[in-house]
């Protein structure tokens, strides 16, 4: 039954009775708390008794607020917000606290950036999710506390403001049973943190890779019970690796998933998507333009095949004598591939979806957040690659970077196409970037997108599901794939300083980094959280067999769109081998929010 609190508004919650003193039994129903012009920040009510905490049903905050109106720039956060928080007693002006954790829950952010230009600055409505029967927040409810709502602000030039507020409290018949809460001390939590610290760092060691996610440093967020304790419900998230036309095969694996859930958007499934090469492009496909799978596997189909054109049926000796010649093409006029067709491509498509062709990167309305990743060719040798993202974030970089760049900028393997250049419109200066493929480095994302998982949603989130799919690319056809192998010895001397992230992350990534996920990202419950899906492979320790990768003819290369039906059977005979996994990674991602009750 959907709790009543779910159809409430500011007006219906304007029309409530105050709630009664507890002298004697409350009757069942809403009450609203109510909130003045001159309300004091935190805004708390009367302590609660035992009867009364017990019966509470859910709570929700109804606020008019507004921010100071402007920022230097959006993209990189917004930061006035309301939350709820439990204080010891009435007289009390800061959160109760038990082992270092304060017991503060986020509510709704102040978004002027969202809000049309007469509107920004003014007062406005807002409210944010509900409280349910077993949320922790009444779960950790004593006799004699208060629930106050908290209007913050962070860093110089940000300012809340508040005229008026409604706390309503769902009031149930009978007692609502519920279990207690394990709550760790906070130097546990750091601990913990730490030792994820030092996976990254042990894991980077092993790799030797040129370039290497390292989580962020630890914050003031683990000292937040919201932090601490989880949110709403534990994280879902998907990595995609790149693999030009052979991202095809991704495509059929999560299809695969979804169609065992009811066939839902990958964008109302996860709350973050990372891809670097084909696997970026797919992203921004499914998280920002919110495609279904079918969607975007009718687009590979059409596409490919105009993007890199379609290359005949060869026998095995000539297609050797075509790479050979292509490689010393490459090496003497630049590129093999027009990137016209792809940058068409993309830019037709976002007009499709959108109906603006120059639709920006960045909607951090979107709560699926979409992450690609490129490199900045001018430093390739001593630097990790650039994060382009669908979010606002403190180290946004390009926060004005439109959708097709992106997606052409993710996608520029340099012996295919040539960089994409992109001004920084954001900056006085304006340089210009010259991006190319982030599979150089980051071919399988795992390690980076775990890496933004903390940074973003910090180090203490439960995650029922990180989901990683492959497109069946063995380390060692990695490096032909990307001409390194047959770009002859300017190309190598020129990527020397990324091969040895190229031959490793796909292998160790996933087994190294899906090793500590399991281990040590934090997850509701103790059920397995990492699945690697990939063509070829044979359970979740081992990448793929290159004996079936090669069996009966050779791996399709990466632009090599006229063997999509090869690539397609190849998936779809995994997909029987696969089953259980993909049947546990569905099941895990269908997991209600219950678990964390």
Not at 358 to 387: E, H, I, Q, R, T
Not at 391 to 402: D, N, P, T, V
């Amino acid at each position: 039954m959907d709790n009543p609190l779910d159809q409430m508004t500011h007006l219906k919650a304007e029309s409530l009775e105050s709630l009664p003193p507890q002298t004697t039994r409350i009757p069942a129903g809403q009450y609203a708390v109510k909130g003045t012009k001159e309300m004091q920040v935190p805004r708390q009510g009367e302590p609660l008794g035992i009867e009364t905490i017990r019966r509470i049903r859910g709570l929700e905050i109804f606020a008019e607020t507004h921010d100071q109106g402007s920022c230097d720039d959006p993209a990189k956060g917004n930061w006035t917000w309301v939350e709820l928080a439990i204080l010891e007693n009435e007289l009390a002006q800061s959160p109760r606290k038990v082992n270092d954790i304060e017991f503060v829950w986020y509510d709704h952010s102040i978004r002027h950036d969202e809000e049309s230009e007469e509107e920004t600055g003014k007062y406005k409505w807002r409210h944010g999710n509900v409280f349910r029967k077993k949320h922790k927040i009444l779960r950790l409810m004593e006799p004699g506390n208060c629930i106050a709502v908290r209007l913050c602000s962070r860093f110089t030039n940000w300012t809340i403001y508040g005229r008026g507020g409604y706390l309503v409290i769902d009031i149930d018949n009978d007692a609502i049973p519920r279990k207690p809460v394990n709550l760790p001390h906070v130097n546990d939590v750091t601990e913990k943190v730490k030792m994820m610290h030092d996976a990254f760092n042990s894991v980077n060691e092993a790799t030797q890779a040129a370039f290497q996610p390292s989580p962020p440093p630890v914050t003031k967020r683990i000292h937040r019970a919201d932090s601490v304790l989880g949110w709403e419900r534990p994280l879902r998230v998907l990595a995609l690796d790149g693999g030009g036309v052979r991202g095809y095969s991704s495509l059929l694996i999560l299809k695969e998933v979804m169609a065992r859930m009811g066939n839902p958007k990958p964008c109302d499934v996860f709350d973050m998507i990372g891809g670097t090469s084909t696997g970026g492009l797919i992203a921004i496909m499914l998280g920002r333009l919110q495609m279904n799978v079918d969607e975007c596997i009718k687009h590979y189909e059409k596409d490919m095949i105009r993007i890199f054109g379609k290359k005949e049926n060869e026998a095995w000796l000539s297609k050797k004598v075509r790479g050979v010649t292509e490689g010393i093409s490459t090496v003497v006029e630049g590129r093999s591939h027009d990137a016209g067709p792809l940058e068409d491509t993309v830019r037709k498509l976002v007009s499709e979806k959108l109906r603006d062709e120059k639709a920006m990167l960045l909607d951090d309305s979107n709560k699926c957040k979409v992450f690609v990743m490129a490199f900045d060719k001018k430093k390739p040798n001593n630097s990790g690659p650039v994060y382009l993202r669908s979010y606002a974030s403190k180290e946004i970089f390009l926060s004005q970077i439109k959708i097709w760049e992106a997606a052409r900028a993710t996608s520029a393997a340099p012996t295919y196409f040539d960089p994409m250049k992109v001004v920084d419109t954001s900056s006085k200066e304006k340089p210009v970037y010259e991006l190319i493929d982030g599979g150089l480095g980051a071919n399988n994302p795992l390690g980076w997108l775990w890496n933004e998982v903390i940074r973003v949603y910090g180090p203490t989130r439960p995650t029922d599901c990180f989901l990683s799919i492959g497109t069946g690319i063995p380390a060692s056809q990695m490096l032909v794939d990307l001409g390194i192998a047959k770009g002859g010895l300017k190309n190598i001397e020129k990527f020397m300083g990324v091969i040895s992230s190229i031959a490793t992350n796909t292998q160790i990534t996933h087994i190294l980094f899906g090793t500590l996920i399991n281990s040590l990202a934090p997850v509701a419950g103790n059920p397995p959280k990492y699945w690697r899906l990939n063509v070829g492979q044979h359970g979740q320790d081992k990448e793929p067999d290159e004996a079936y990768l090669q069996k009966d003819a050779d791996l399709p290369a990466m632009d090599d769109s006229g063997k999509i039906s090869t690539i397609r059977n190849m998936t779809k005979d995994y997909i029987i081998k696969a089953t259980l996994d993909i049947s546990a990674s569905a099941e895990a991602l269908s997991r209600k929010e219950s678990t964390l009750e």
